[in-house]
């Protein structure tokens, strides 16, 4: 059981065939596995870490080592792993922060050159979470600045090794693959790396939509662990001309390092539910040339990208409803420089400092810092209408409750049971003189008990709760032309509750318009309104379908 579960959590990802845990061998020296859990119940789902354990030592002996990217903690301490870990944490569905990689290659690089030296095989296992997005970019990088791999060999191997056929890449972020460029430029350009503080002096977006956009550049903080929101726009910020809005911030916005993100967020207005969420990361040293000049980068730059390539929730492609076309930072460098060359054999390494492995930042199954999918978005979306509608249909089923009981007398007469309904909300779109309709309905049934009459009641009540539920469903579809026609209904409805018949108990179809009569008082008794029914009728053969 454990291991078909353990199955179904990788998804997509291989497990290896002698041990079946989720882990593969990029190569012979490289082995990427997801993150390894100690505790129930986590074990039974995720890669137990001593089977981990256990399965190095056989295969490795003591020459293995781990080198851990999670920011949110490992979720074990260091002395069951034997003190062989790496800690370079950096929060999940992001890249890291440039200047954790010339570290990371360095300490990948010595820890195998070393076995080599002595005549022993040994290897790097990377994980982060699920051994896929942060494990692929570090291992992939590796593959490229120390074995000389091209990009697209190093991207393609990882996805054969860790992905099962036909499930996408193993690297698919598109900020992470960035990073993998960029480190395909550093290698080339001698592998220097110069540091600078990074100040954002624009923002242009093209080809802006409808809708309220919070905009907001953030930064790495704490070695590359925290991400800060460090500017969010306001309305006054921008300047349109035509469909392009240029935001310009009102002091400066300069972050620690020279990463930069730009986070979205978009609402139809200030007071709706999100319909779109994405973010791209970019570095201006690369974005200023600087490997392609000796690592004098240009002092100032524009970063340009379209957006179908920025990043979707949880970094991936879905990012809700289009909210530009085109996005335009403006940046500068300010401060000296800071260069960052990589270490050396013999010189010191210097790791992370690991979060705290027993704290949980979210729950492991969240993702750090957003929704989990646009499915989370929307259900956001359709949490408070599903929670409406089912108080209307919980309404419904207790008023029926109610008649069944006074057919057979068996009824409760309670103060709270005849204000019950007097108390419920009244269906999206509804008036308040609608729902007070309802509520004389309920106390209407307590003077009479003829079955006919009840029927006629509880028929009300539903067609009433009914019109409810098409003003619900069309405010979820979006049709403003559906949900003025419900209004309408709710209209009639309201309206014809409000008619008194006559006291001889015609049928309101004999009594001419002109000899109806207003009631003084909205708390009308509807045991002697049978004009309701009748109006009723004539809405329901109006109304429109209701949406499946």
Same mark, same amino acid.
């Given at each position: 059981m454990a291991s078909l579960l353990r199955k179904l959590v990788a998804g997509p990802r291989t497990h290896h065939p002698d041990s079946d845990l989720d882990l593969c %061998?990029?190569?012979?020296?490289?082995?990427? !596995?997801?993150?390894?859990?100690g505790t129930y119940p986590k074990r039974y789902y995720r890669n137990p870490l001593d089977e981990l354990v256990k399965f190095l030592d056989r295969k490795h002996?003591?020459?293995?080592?781990?080198?851990? *990217?999670?920011?949110?903690?490992?979720? %074990? #301490?260091?002395?069951?792993?034997? $003190? /062989?870990?790496?800690?370079?944490?950096?929060?999940?569905?992001?890249?890291?922060?440039f200047g954790l990689v010339p570290r990371i290659m360095a300490s990948m690089r010595v820890w195998l050159k070393?076995?080599?030296?002595?005549?022993?095989?040994?290897?790097?296992?990377?994980?982060?979470?699920?051994?896929?997005?942060?494990?692929?970019?570090?291992?992939?990088? %590796?593959?490229?600045?120390?074995? $000389?791999?091209?990009?697209?060999?190093?991207?393609? /191997?990882? !996805?054969?090794?860790?992905?099962?056929?036909? +499930?996408? &890449?193993?690297?698919?972020?598109p900020s992470q693959l960035r990073w993998v460029g960029y480190v395909e430029r550093w290698t080339k350009g001698g592998k220097v790396y110069v540091e600078r503080r990074a100040e954002v002096m624009e923002v242009h977006l093209c080809g802006l939509r409808e809708g309220s956009v919070k905009t907001s550049v953030e930064g790495f903080e704490d070695e590359g662990k925290v991400i800060k929101k460090f500017y969010t726009f306001a309305e006054e910020d921008g300047?349109?001309?035509?469909?392009?809005?240029?935001?310009?911030?009102?002091?400066?916005?300069?972050?620690? !390092?020279?990463?930069?993100?730009?986070?979205?967020?978009?609402? %139809?207005?200030?007071? !709706?539910?999100?319909?779109?969420? &994405?973010?791209?990361?970019?570095?201006?040293? *690369?974005?200023?040339?600087?490997?392609? =000049?000796?690592?004098?980068?240009?002092?100032? $730059?524009? *970063?340009?990208?379209?957006?179908?390539?920025?990043?979707?929730?949880?970094?991936?492609?879905?990012?809700?409803?289009?909210? +530009?076309?085109?996005?335009?930072?403006?940046?500068?460098?300010?401060?000296?420089?800071?260069?960052?060359?990589?270490?050396?054999? $013999?010189?010191?390494?210097?790791?992370?400092?690991?979060?705290?492995?027993?704290?949980?930042?979210?729950?492991?199954?969240?993702?750090?810092?957003? &929704?989990?999918?646009l499915e989370g978005v929307q259900s956001k979306v359709d949490a408070p209408l599903h929670d409406h509608e089912e =108080?209307?249909?919980?309404? &419904? /089923?207790? +008023? =029926?409750?109610?008649?069944?009981?006074?057919k057979t007398g068996n009824v409760d007469e309670s103060t709270a049971e005849k204000n019950e309904f007097e108390e419920s909300p009244a269906p999206i779109g509804a008036s308040t003189n609608g729902q007070t309709a309802a509520a004389s309905a309920s106390r209407g049934v307590s003077s009479h008990g003829e079955n006919g009459d009840l029927k006629a009641e509880s028929g009300a009540f539903a067609e009433f709760s009914s019109a409810g539920y098409h003003a619900v469903d069309a405010v979820r579809q979006g049709k403003q032309a559906n949900q003025t026609e419900q209004m309408d209904t709710l209209e009639k409805v309201r309206t014809g509750g409000s008619q008194k018949k006559e006291d001889n108990g015609s049928s309101s179809s004999s009594i001419p318009q002109a000899d109806r009569k207003? #009631?003084?008082?909205?708390?009308?008794?509807?045991? /002697?309104e049978p004009t309701l029914r009748k109006s009723l009728e004539a809405v329901r053969l109006d109304a429109p379908e209701k949406h499946g």
């Open positions: %061998y990029v190569t012979d020296s490289l082995i990427a !596995t997801s993150g390894p859990s002996g003591a020459e293995w080592a781990i080198w851990e *990217f999670r920011a949110e903690g490992t979720g %074990y #301490p260091d002395t069951e792993v034997y $003190g /062989r870990v790496w800690h370079f944490p950096w929060p999940d569905h992001h890249p890291p922060p070393e076995g080599e030296a002595v005549g022993r095989g040994r290897v790097v296992v990377v994980h982060c979470k699920a051994g896929k997005g942060r494990s692929g970019t570090a291992v992939c990088s %590796y593959l490229v600045s120390e074995e $000389g791999w091209s990009v697209q060999d190093a991207l393609q /191997r990882f !996805t054969e090794r860790r992905m099962r056929p036909g +499930f996408g &890449a193993g690297v698919s972020i300047t349109r001309e035509g469909n392009d809005v240029i935001y310009k911030p009102t002091e400066r916005v300069i972050l620690p !390092t020279s990463d930069v993100e730009i986070d979205f967020e978009r609402r %139809y207005n200030s007071y !709706t539910m999100l319909t779109a969420v &994405a973010h791209v990361w970019f570095n201006i040293f *690369f974005e200023g040339n600087g490997p392609e =000049k000796d690592g004098n980068a240009d002092e100032s $730059g524009v *970063f340009e990208i379209e957006w179908d390539a920025i990043d979707g929730l949880k970094g991936s492609s879905r990012k809700g409803t289009r909210i +530009f076309d085109k996005l335009v930072v403006v940046w500068r460098a300010v401060d000296r420089p800071q260069l960052i060359n990589e270490p050396k054999e $013999g010189e010191e390494i210097k790791q992370s400092k690991p979060s705290d492995w027993q704290t949980k930042h979210v729950s492991e199954e969240e993702d750090i810092s957003r &929704a989990n999918s =108080k209307q249909k919980g309404h &419904a /089923r207790a +008023f =029926k409750q109610r008649m069944d009981g006074r207003e #009631p003084a008082s909205q708390e009308v008794e509807v045991r /002697r």
